[in-house]
């Protein structure tokens, strides 16, 4: 089953990560690591992060498109990235998300992708 792990965070969350180049250095070489042992085992699928820069937020009402500038839900974190892991369970997909160094600092969301044929 593939799962998408959704990482959160905020402004406080990536000045903890880029406090310093070591820090940011020692960041990116754990999701470096973490991938490579995800494509190893067969699990990984795709990672990316996401940028704020340019994001928008669209909502349609009455047939006519809102865009606001942005990725501003209700919430104070943003969605900074993800994974996708094609593995034998949730429990399985949780320890992954449990190993992503973002998981220490704001949350990893953990989602089960729908196969087609489940709609």
């Known amino acids: 089953m593939k799962y998408m ?7 406080e969350t990536w000045q903890r990560i880029y406090d310093g180049a070591k820090a940011g250095d020692d960041h990116m070489r754990a999701h470096r690591e973490l991938t490579e042992r995800l494509i190893e085992s067969g699990e990984y699928v795709a990672s990316n992060g996401l940028t704020v820069e340019a994001a928008r937020t669209v909502r349609v009402r009455d047939g006519v498109p809102a865009v606001t500038d942005g990725p501003f839900t209700e919430a104070k974190e943003v969605l900074a990235g993800f994974y996708l892991v ?3 369970s949730v429990e399985r997909a949780t320890e992954i998300a449990a190993l992503l160094p973002e998981a220490a600092l704001d949350l990893v969301e953990v989602r089960r992708v729908l196969d087609p044929a489940d709609m």
């Open 5 to 11: 792990l959704l990482i959160y965070g905020n402004d």
């Open 86 to 88: 094609d593995c034998a």
